[in-house]
Structures are given as structure tokens and as C-alpha cells.
């Protein structure tokens, strides 16, 4: 079977030779049959993906709804989803069932798309690797023993394995674009404030934004044109039009400037991904594109920088899961601080641990300035970087990652050596800037990304450069011909949702006791 | 050695939006425990801060009517602390760059002079709920109602120099944000409430003492007397040769007195850093040009156009505009008897009508005597048909629900007597009567003229016009 891409799907829907029914049915399949392996999704919602099918199945019998009416797909378990539990891939958050959706998840409802589970991922989205989720690795479908990247790994093996079409992900240091590359899928991150990060559960707020995993730039363009867009409830979502993206992406490249700063070219950096990703420059230069040199001197700059803002925002904002209201509460406590200590203890793996207390750490007295206003100044420079390089070309390019995907293990022992591995990724969420992720190749047999990054909401641009390059070069179809390994814990929860109900009196207020 | 105190205080003032500073919930008092909380104010995963433009204005108010600087661009930031009723773990509030800098409110002393105290500063942040520790057999209960209810921190500079000056400028913010509609002032709900900074040091120093602050004080007696009893403390540890440990303290009503609040409070670093889920808050011309058209006459002015416009004395002018109900009430007397007599309106008003709404507990806007009502009292003083003493008994038969001054009137038969043929009639039988007085007065006692006066005025009821049996005595009484 051919990789299945969303425009296909969406045709054979239109013209009825399939049913959104059996399309969810055939997800339904594949993830029994291969989730076992992969662990790709923490929970699957067969029954009512079926439901809403039959409805897209019902409204496309009448001629109506739009062209991704009836499309399986899955949810990262960062986005909240009302009545089906959202773990964040924490223990924190095991049981947890939001009493409300995300605007992702209200958009994509909305426009006929049919959830078919909640994909694995790093807890609470800090890793490189799906090896922190508390519902344990993900396995890359090209190499059981490798991982297929994070933080939203479920999502990209979900896709790359053809257990679903498209999947989103949130993106905070690479986490979409750095998986991508490793499943040798594409994986779009839009410029910060693209999309509404309400109901995502925040890790970073001023680097987390959504976007989405698929088979072709193509797709992504269609279901960012549903993701995106202004929404009152996100005081850092941008107020400007969307784009029709999936009109644009046909323009030729001839004359387009293609800037390639040296940075991404270091000694970091594998030589066969190095070598497939200028290949892939090669293709752009026959399709008229001209490669201009550009400089982005602050990039060395980028991780640490990044691994001052982020801990801190996110020790700031995980401090909400305290066991008072929702999520894990530690039995048996005898005071506030033991049910504070023991619940944050219990609830909390150790990079998320590990990331909480080095943000409180430079947050504190006597060490902001030294630590987080530097950060903020670093990261003003690495944007003014960009700003200066796209003044000189419509869009810059390089690796996703410095290597091909790693063996699972290889880096945990490790931290910095797994921060490392997001060298190309984070200085575009520090800017905030729109990339994505190609596949152009193979190194060691394994699937190497082609990083395209575009200026502030030029995500027309980095989608057209992308399929352009997919209409000349046929990476993105490539199937993957292994099999998983076998004897892996199961970790599939079928029903869907806890059955954890909320009563609403006037606002949503879940009534009762919290629970001991 | 004279000691010198130091107060400086920190008022929060509970802004009167309709909903909270930063979701849709109501702010309305009283509801059901957690019943006006939305997921925004349980902190939920996933939720985002919206901030209500209906706080900014107010805020921006407040800036306006203390004549400080409105900061066109002023950043949210979040304090980092862990407590059971702050549910995202941090409170959002302004730290670095408030939305209103500087500014300045005068206050009267007891010499009647006046007083410059500088504000530092008034920043906007949100209320955290409440913890309840009885009735829950050994827990506590969390209500989240109030919990991103919009509050201004008013900050003063360390200017006032006794309880008494940190009393009276207590009373101006309380009356100044009422004033401009921006707070209900209901001490007793917790919409109005302060933290007292104080310290000694000796007089003529200028390097300020170490500091205590009182925390939570919500009425200008208990911040009189916590400051009182701080001061003492304060000295008497000074004058033994100890020193003054910087600490908070709470002040216990029952006892009259401060205590220590456990110094663990005290370790809290809050981490301070701009809140990345809100953009930094940027205010433009014309939205401070709207906030400006909206403020009503501040008090101050409007008490100065009282002198000027009516003649009225200044201490009266300042009490008719210590509330803005009270001043649009007096308007509206002075509007309805046409602009005549504005003084006699103001006494009026803050007299026989103060005390019946003092003795009532009723607020002005719902006196049982309008202000249409008492100009039509008022009418008839200025057209002599009653006395100003017979105007008092009508008053009180108006407070007590018998209707119009005219129906009062005329139902008692209370018009006073302004015929001069009955009058005179009057004051001939009463000289007749009393002999031995109009002898004495006539010696020279000046004095009985009163005595006179007062017979008359029993025989005709109180209804005689007392100018005119003035000038009838005058004529009549020297012979």
C-alpha cells in the first residue's frame, strides 16, 4: 500500500470510493496490529472515531462538507480533548480528562476530521528521543531499536508507519520538525502565534507552538489552513488572515533565493545527512532556486539560550500540578508541603524534574540577570540573525538534525548530549520563525530531514519551497519495508475515555470531591 | 529622644468589572463556593489568560485622576508561590513596569492644612481564592470565587508621618475610587483593603528605620490603632537599645495588637519574570483620551466650583463632594430650586438629611427623600411659606413616608403666619400678658427681647415669619 497523503484520501472520499467508516476502520487495523510495537499511541478512541465517520459519511452522502470531512488522523496527548483523557504522557496526568477541547482539536472537528487516538510523546513534551514519556518509548518504525525523535515521536511514527495520514504535534525546540526528520516524514512548525496554543498544555509558552505531521508538504498546507488563525482565547495568537496555503504552494521557484548559512554546516554534523541535505540543494537549483550564502553568527548561541527560557517558563508553569485540583495527588500526606513534595515526586519523571529545578534556579534571586535576562538578549540576537539573513533570501535551508535517527538508549544517560541533537531546530523557536521538515534521503539506511525556515508568517513560502521540492524528488513516498519488533508492553487503553464525568454549574466546574 | 514614624501603604483595591481581570467568570460577591470559577481561574491545563480591557480603563483612571503617568507599555508578570488557593502556582500581577507611575493625592490635617502624599506607583494583578480552615474535620476547604478577581496595588511613598495622616490617606484613596466609579470601597467584602508599612527613626535622621509590615488591614480604625500600637512596639524595643527585625505582622482587632507572622512566609522567592502567556500591555492616546472623557469631575475640583459657583464655605464644599452620590445629590437639590439659595441647599443637605441618613444607615442614592423632594421642602423656606424650624418638622414627616412638603404643609395647617394684622394681634396680647418684662426691657435689659420673640412664637405655634416679628418687636416693644 502506497503511504496514504490526505489530498488523496480527500479525493477518493469526494468521489465516494471509500467511506470515511472504512478509511477509520483501516487506521483502526494498523494501529491494533502494530501498536503493540511502535507504542506510538497512549489512547485510541475506536468507538468514537467510528461515530464521528459516520456523521462525515453522512454529511458527504449529501454533498456536503469539505475537503477533509471524513480524514482519520490523530491528536499529540498534549492538546486537550473534552471526555477522552489527555496524559501529556505523564504520570501527573494518567487520568486526566480536560472538561474541555483545545482550539486544535475544536478547529479539526470542525472541519470533518476524524480523531482516531492521542499519540505518544515525551512528558509534557521535554525530550528529543519519546524515551521521558511515562507510557514509555516509542519505537521508530524504520529501526525498532531507534527511536523515532521528540518530543512528539508517537505522532511521527504514527505517520511514518501509515497508522494514520497526519498527526499534529507542538514544537517547542524542534519537537515536530527533529521526528519528522527521523521517520522521514513532513513535519511543519508555523511561525509562533500561527496557531492557538489554548488547550495545549504549556511546557514553554513563548516557544510551544502547534502544527501538524504528513505525508507531503501538500497535506500540511491543507490542514494548517484548518489549524491556523486568530483565536480570542490566546492573548499570543496573531490576528491576521490565513492564507489559503494549499493555493500557493504551486508557485515556481525559478529566481527564489535559497539562503544556506555555514552554522548548519558544522563539524557536528553527520557527513551523509550533510551530504543528502546538499543534494537536496542540488534539486532546488534545477528548479530554478539560486543558493546564496548566509550568516547566522549568534547560532552557537541557540541551546544555551534555549535552556535558560524554556526550564524557566516551564518550572513556572508546571507548578499548577500540585495535586490540589486535578491530575496525580499523593496518598496519604500529612501536611500541604509533604502533599506538594510527594505529589510532584510521585507525578513527575526526571528530565521534567530536571528542567523544573534548573528554570527555578536561574529565575532566582541573584541569578536572573545573570541567567535569564542574558538569555533574553541572546535570544533577541539570534532573531535579529534571521531578520538580517532574509533580507537577502526568501527562505534558508539545512539539516533538521545533526545525525540520523539514534538508538533508543544511546543518549539518556546523557542530557546534554540529547540537548544537543536539537542544534538546527531551536534557534528557529527562539525567533519564532516557521520550518519544516522533508525527508531528502537516507544515511546508514535511515531517513535524513531537509530543514526549510521561513521569515515571521511566511509559511506560504516554506510550504511552497517544500512541495516543489516533492514534486521533483519522491522521498515523502517512500514506504518503510521492516517489520516492528515483538514482545513489547502494550500500552493501548481501546475504550477512550475514562467515563470521569463533570457536572457544569454555570461554568465548567467539575463538582464532588477531588479525588485521594 | 523624639522619635519620627515612617508609614508607607499598600492599598488593594478591588477593580468593579463584571468579570475577572483575566477570564469570563463573574466577580459578583457572595455566590456558592466555586460556583463563579472557570477553567481559566482553576488554572487548568491548557487554559490561557484573555486580559478584560474593562480593568485596564480603570486602572488607567486611577492613573489619571492621582496625576501620574499612564504607562504606554507596561508588562504582566507572574509572582511564582505555591498556596492551595493560587491554583496556576503563580499569581499574575506587574512588577517591573507597572501600569500607572508616580502621581499624588493631598490630604487635610487636623490644622486644616494640607498634606502632598506621593504614590509610587499602582499596578494591576489578580485576587487568589480563598482558603477555609473550619468545618472541614481537619482539611481545608478552597473556594476559587475570588480568585482572578482584578485588583489595583495603589503603593504610597514612606510620606505619612502618623497613624492618624496614614488614616486620612487611607480615607482619600477609599473616597477617590469610589469616587471614579473604578471600586465599591466595601471594606467588609474585602474589596478594599491594606498593608501598612512602618518605621521609627529617630527625628531630624535621614536614613529610614527598619520596617515592619502590617498586613490586611480592612478598616481605617483597625490601620489607626495597628499603627498606633507598631509605633510604640517599635520605640520601646529602639529605647531599650534592641533593634527592629523586618517582618510581617498581622494586627489582631481583639487585642489590639500586632504579632509576627511565622518568618517561614517570609522565605518566599517569587522569581519574578514577564508572563509569556500575555503580551506586554500597550496603551495608546486615544484609549487614555476616553478614560479621561469618562472620569467624572474629581472631587477636589468639583469642591473648588462649589466655593466659586455657589458661595458655599470651603469645609462644606469638601464634605458635599466627599462622595460622589453626595455632590450629584446636592446638584440635583440646587438644580431643582433653580440655582436659588445654593447655601441653604448645602446645609441642608449636610445637616438635617446627614443626620437622618446617618441615623438610618441608608447611602444617599437611597434616601427616602429624594433630592426633587427636598428642593420642594427648600422652596418653601425661600418663599417664607414655613420657617426654617417648621421646615424640620416637615423634613421628618417627609423622612417618615407622609409625602410632599406642600401635602405636609397643608395637611398640619403649618404655613406660617405672614399676615401682619394676625401677627401684630399676636404680639399686642402677649405685651399685654407680661407686664413686668416689657417694663425691665424697656429699663434697658436688652435681653427679654428674645423672651418676646419666644412668646410669640409659642402663641402662634412656631408659625410666625421671624423676620417679620422682628421688625413688628422692634417697632412695638421700645413704647
Not at chain 1, 42 to 64: H, N, S
Not at chain 1, 234 to 259: C, F, H, M, N, W
Not at chain 2, 164 to 188: F, P, S, T, W
Not at chain 2, 251 to 275: G, L, Q
Amino acid at each position: 500500500m502506497q503511504r496514504p497523503t490526505v489530498a488523496g484520501l480527500s479525493r477518493l472520499l469526494r468521489k465516494r470510493e471509500a467511506s470515511s467508516r472504512e478509511l477509520v476502520q483501516q487506521c483502526l487495523q494498523e494501529i491494533e496490529r502494530h501498536n503493540g510495537d511502535l507504542n506510538a499511541f497512549i489512547t485510541v478512541t475506536a468507538e468514537q472515531a467510528l461515530t464521528a465517520a459516520d456523521a462525515a459519511d453522512a454529511l458527504l452522502a449529501r454533498g456536503e462538507g469539505g475537503p477533509l470531512t471524513g480524514i482519520p488522523f490523530a491528536h499529540k496527548d498534549i492538546f486537550c480533548t473534552r471526555g477522552v483523557r489527555t496524559t501529556c504522557g505523564s504520570k501527573m496526568l494518567e487520568h486526566f480528562v480536560a472538561p474541555y477541547d483545545a482550539t486544535v482539536v475544536e478547529r479539526m472537528a470542525a472541519a470533518g476530521l476524524v480523531m482516531v487516538g492521542k499519540t505518544n510523546m515525551d512528558e509534557f513534551a521535554m525530550g528529543s528521543s519519546n524515551e521521558t514519556s511515562f507510557f514509555g518509548p516509542v519505537r521508530n518504525p524504520w529501526d525498532p531499536e531507534r527511536s523515532p525523535g521528540g518530543s512528539s515521536g508517537g505522532s511521527a511514527a504514527a505517520v511514518a508507519a501509515g497508522l494514520v495520514p497526519a498527526a499534529t504535534g507542538t514544537d517547542t525546540g524542534g519537537s515536530i520538525r527533529q521526528p519528522a526528520a527521523m521517520t522521514g516524514i513532513t513535519g511543519f512548525k508555523p511561525t509562533y502565534g500561527r496557531v492557538s496554543r489554548y488547550g495545549m498544555i504549556a511546557f514553554a509558552s513563548s516557544l510551544d507552538q502547534a502544527g501538524i505531521f504528513a505525508a507531503s508538504a501538500e497535506d500540511a498546507a491543507l490542514l494548517l489552513e484548518v489549524m491556523a488563525g486568530f483565536d480570542p482565547r490566546d492573548s499570543t495568537s496573531a490576528d491576521l488572515p490565513v492564507p489559503a496555503y494549499s493555493q500557493e504552494i504551486g508557485a515556481s521557484l525559478k529566481g527564489r533565493r535559497i539562503g544556506v548559512p555555514p552554522e548548519f554546516f558544522d563539524a557536528g554534523l553527520d557527513a551523509e545527512c550533510g551530504a543528502r541535505v546538499r543534494e537536496a540543494l542540488g534539486v532546488f537549483e534545477q528548479l530554478g532556486a539560486k543558493i546564496v550564502e548566509v550568516s547566522l553568527p549568534h547560532l552557537g548561541l541557540s541551546i544555551p539560550t534555549y535552556y535558560i527560557v524554556a526550564p524557566a517558563e516551564c518550572s513556572s508553569n508546571l507548578a499548577r500540578f500540585d495535586g490540589v485540583r486535578f491530575g496525580h495527588r499523593a496518598a496519604g500526606v500529612g501536611s500541604l508541603e509533604e502533599l506538594y513534595k510527594r505529589t510532584r515526586q510521585e507525578g513527575f519523571g526526571a528530565e521534567v524534574k530536571r528542567r523544573i529545578m534548573t528554570g527555578t534556579y536561574v529565575l532566582s534571586a541573584g541569578y536572573y540577570d545573570a541567567y535569564y535576562l542574558q538569555a533574553q538578549k541572546a535570544r533577541r540576537l539570534i532573531a535579529e540573525d534571521f531578520r538580517q539573513a532574509f533580507a537577502a533570501a526568501d527562505i534558508i535551508a539545512g539539516p533538521t538534525a545533526p545525525t540520523a535517527a539514534f538508538r533508543l538508549g544511546e543518549k539518556t544517560a546523557d542530557p546534554v548530549q540529547m540537548y544537543l541533537n536539537d542544534i538546527y531546530t531551536i534557534a528557529v523557536n527562539l525567533a519564532g520563525l516557521p520550518g519544516i521538515s522533508i525527508p531528502c534521503g537516507y544515511a546508514q539506511d535511515l531517513p535524513v530531514g531537509l530543514q526549510l525556515i521561513g521569515p515571521a508568517f511566511g509559511e506560504a513560502a516554506v510550504l511552497n519551497f517544500a512541495h516543489q521540492y516533492q514534486t521533483a524528488a519522491d522521498w515523502h513516498r517512500h514506504r518503510i519495508a521492516r517489520s516492528g519488533a515483538d514482545g513489547l508492553p502494550r500500552m493501548i487503553d481501546v475504550t477512550g475515555s475514562t467515563g470521569r464525568s463533570f457536572s457544569v454549574v454555570g461554568t465548567e466546574m467539575p463538582t464532588g470531591k477531588p479525588r485521594r | 529622644m523624639t522619635w519620627e514614624p515612617v508609614i508607607g501603604l499598600e492599598i488593594h483595591a478591588q477593580l468593579a468589572t463584571r468579570a475577572k481581570i483575566f477570564s469570563g467568570a463573574a466577580t459578583a460577591y457572595g455566590a456558592a463556593p466555586n460556583t463563579q470559577a472557570c477553567l481559566v481561574d482553576l488554572g487548568y491545563p491548557g487554559v490561557l489568560p484573555v486580559l478584560n480591557g474593562a480593568a485596564v480603563r480603570m486602572a488607567v483612571k486611577f492613573g489619571l485622576a492621582v496625576g501620574a503617568t499612564v504607562a504606554r507599555r507596561s508588562v504582566f508578570a507572574r509572582k511564582n508561590y505555591f498556596y492551595p488557593d493560587l491554583p496556576k502556582g503563580y499569581q499574575i500581577s506587574q512588577y517591573e513596569l507597572p501600569i500607572v507611575q508616580g502621581g499624588a493625592v493631598a490630604i487635610a490635617l487636623d490644622d486644616g492644612s494640607h498634606k502632598t502624599v506621593r504614590l509610587t506607583r499602582a499596578h494591576l494583578e489578580e485576587d487568589a481564592g480563598k482558603s477555609l480552615h473550619e468545618s472541614f474535620h481537619g482539611q481545608s476547604g478552597i473556594d476559587l470565587n475570588r480568585a482572578g478577581t482584578p485588583l489595583l496595588e495603589i503603593v504610597s511613598e514612606p510620606d505619612l508621618r502618623s497613624a492618624k495622616e496614614a488614616a486620612a490617606y487611607m480615607r482619600k484613596i477609599h473616597q477617590l475610587v469610589r469616587y471614579i466609579g473604578i471600586c465599591d470601597g466595601n471594606m467588609q467584602e474585602g474589596s478594599f483593603r491594606c498593608d501598612a508599612n512602618v518605621s521609627v527613626r529617630a527625628a531630624g535622621a535621614a536614613k529610614l528605620g527598619t520596617r515592619a509590615e502590617i498586613k490586611n488591614l480592612n478598616s481605617f480604625r483597625f490601620l489607626e490603632r495597628a499603627i498606633l500600637f507598631e509605633i510604640e512596639r517599635q520605640i520601646g524595643i529602639l529605647e531599650e537599645g534592641g533593634r527592629v527585625v523586618q517582618e510581617t505582622r498581622l494586627y489582631d482587632p481583639d487585642r489590639d495588637e500586632t504579632r509576627s507572622m511565622r518568618s517561614k512566609e517570609e522565605a518566599n522567592d517569587y522569581r519574578y519574570f514577564p508572563d509569556p502567556d500575555l503580551l506586554p500591555l500597550v496603551i495608546d492616546e486615544p484609549f487614555i483620551e476616553q478614560a479621561r472623557a469618562e472620569l467624572p469631575e474629581l472631587p477636589e475640583a468639583r469642591a473648588a466650583r462649589f466655593v466659586a459657583e455657589f458661595g458655599l464655605a470651603t469645609p462644606d464644599a469638601e464634605t458635599l463632594t466627599g462622595a460622589r452620590e453626595t455632590a450629584d445629590y446636592f446638584e440635583g437639590v440646587v438644580g431643582a430650586l433653580g440655582g436659588r439659595e445654593p447655601r441653604l441647599a448645602a446645609n441642608w443637605v449636610v445637616g438635617e438629611l446627614a443626620a437622618a441618613l446617618n441615623r438610618d444607615a441608608t447611602a444617599i442614592e437611597a434616601s427616602r427623600v429624594d433630592a426633587g423632594a427636598l428642593a420642594g421642602l427648600i422652596a418653601r423656606i425661600i418663599d417664607q411659606t414655613i420657617s426654617g424650624k417648621i421646615a424640620k418638622e416637615v423634613f421628618e414627616a417627609m423622612w417618615a413616608g407622609e409625602g410632599a412638603a406642600d401635602e405636609i404643609i397643608a395637611r398640619k395647617g403649618l404655613r406660617q403666619i405672614t399676615d401682619s394684622g394676625a401677627l401684630e394681634q399676636a404680639i399686642d396680647q402677649v405685651i399685654a400678658a407680661n407686664p413686668a418684662q416689657l417694663a425691665e426691657f424697656r429699663a434697658g435689659k436688652d435681653k427679654l427681647f428674645g423672651f418676646f420673640v419666644g412668646q410669640v412664637m409659642k402663641a402662634t405655634g412656631g408659625k410666625a415669619n421671624p423676620a417679620q416679628l422682628n421688625d413688628l418687636l422692634k417697632k412695638k416693644l421700645p413704647g
